[in-house]
């Protein structure tokens, strides 16, 4: 053992540097934190095959970032002689994946025509016009999407619909959508738009109840969709300490 302190010794302050990192971005649970802290080195490797090496799970698509802009780059130039709609409709998803949301919008509104039947590129483009803030767009595109079918994506259509309602002050609407989208869905996404709806409308207790539902899902998640969630646990427990008691 003692050998191993004296390998770890000359590491410690990196394997502390890249658990801290990682636990900023990730945010686990806070005890994590003293590990890192109090145990030194050791208590660094304990937290990084812990949390870090399963999280790489996570970051596959990370590692599909090289491959996806060098295939934006070669449909910018065949577009220039082939803009076919499935052309178009490619680049638009790609430049979606790295969050480039209004070239994602420019070229679904290219991809799309009179003839387009498909509710994909309408709902891939209702998801950018929500990132741009733009719901008025967003739910002439999602309302198109529920008329073809009305559980596209495991209801995440609807929940998004109902918060593009509640954005554009449509309260009846979306109120209405979101109490039917949520006896069927349980997307953590879905719970935090309610909430934050239910919050605005004053309804404090009821926007207590649906953040708490979000953040009771954390202790019978197993590991990997509990890594998953922890976006929506933050902004859960974020919501939960700004509602009044």
């Not at 990196?14 to 890192?36: C, E, S």
């Not at 080195?41 to 799970?57: C, S, T």
């Not at 679904?108 to 039947?117: G, K, L, N, P």
């Not at 349980?186 to 009821?206: D, H, I, P, W």
């Amino acid at each position: 053992m003692g050998s191993f302190y004296s390998f770890l010794f000359p590491w410690n302050v990196i394997l502390q540097g890249i658990a801290i990192v990682h636990f900023i971005r990730r945010r686990p649970d806070t005890y994590w934190l003293w590990i890192i802290l109090i145990g030194g080195g050791l208590g660094a490797v304990v937290y990084i095959f812990v949390e870090v090496l399963p999280d790489f799970g996570l970051l596959r698509s990370s590692f599909k970032v090289f491959p996806r802009r060098r295939r934006i780059r070669e449909l910018e130039a065949v577009i220039l002689d082939n803009p076919a709609a499935g052309n178009l409709e490619e680049l638009a998803d790609l430049y979606l994946e790295e969050g480039k949301y209004a070239r994602a919008r420019e070229f679904y509104d290219r991809a799309i025509s009179s003839r387009t039947d498909s509710p994909d590129p309408f709902y891939r483009r209702g998801l950018a016009e929500i990132e741009l803030a733009d719901f008025p767009a967003a739910v002439n595109d999602l309302e198109r999407v529920l008329q073809k079918e009305p559980k596209y994506d495991f209801q995440r259509a609807a929940g998004l619909l109902a918060h593009a309602y509640a954005k554009t002050g449509q309260v009846e609407k979306a109120d209405a959508l979101f109490r039917k989208t949520v006896q069927i869905s349980t997307l953590s996404e879905t719970y935090l738009n309610y909430a934050n709806f239910l919050a605005s409308q004053g309804r404090t207790a009821e926007a207590r109840e649906w953040t708490q539902r979000i953040l009771a899902k954390k202790p019978t998640l197993p590991g990997y969709l509990k890594r998953r969630e922890r976006p929506w646990f933050r902004k859960a427990g974020s919501l939960l300490k700004q509602l009044p008691a």
